[in-house]
């Protein structure tokens, strides 16, 4: 079983930065991919970014066309944690933000479709105001 925990959302201003995190714990260490997505009001959720690990260490990185440049991801591995900076934020970015993860052992899927993952946060509420 694994468990996701985001934090670090809030109310920000055009132009700002946040950086969300997800800590990870139970079966963490043998997960292949963990992403961020977003849910904003009346659209589809949507992934966003990615991270692929092997043996705790990230691999490789993949980021939508929306926030590539200006987002990034990095995994602490000693706290198990994936961070997900946000800069330049826009009014766009509103949304609420979700962690998820592959199940352990699964190596392959298209790391933008919800339907790969088997683990889910919460949530963190992201605001950004013009």
């Known amino acids: 079983q694994v468990q996701l925990a985001e934090s670090g959302g809030g109310s920000v201003q055009a132009g700002g930065s946040l950086t969300l995190s997800c800590a990870t714990s139970g079966s963490a260490y043998s997960i292949s991919c963990i992403a961020w997505f977003r849910h904003a009001p009346g659209k589809e959720r949507v992934g966003i970014a990615a991270g692929i690990t092997r043996g705790g260490s990230t691999v490789s990185t993949f980021y939508g066309d929306s926030v590539k440049g200006r987002f990034s991801i990095s995994l602490d591995n000693a706290k198990n944690t994936l961070h997900l900076q946000m800069n330049s934020l826009k009014p766009e970015d509103t949304a609420m933000y979700y962690c998820?993860?592959?199940?352990?052992?699964?190596?392959?899927?298209?790391?933008?479709?919800?339907?790969?993952?088997?683990?889910w946060g919460q949530g963190t509420q992201v605001t950004v105001s013009s």
């Open positions: 998820a993860a592959f199940r352990p052992g699964k190596r392959d899927g298209s790391w933008y479709s919800a339907n790969e993952y088997a683990y």
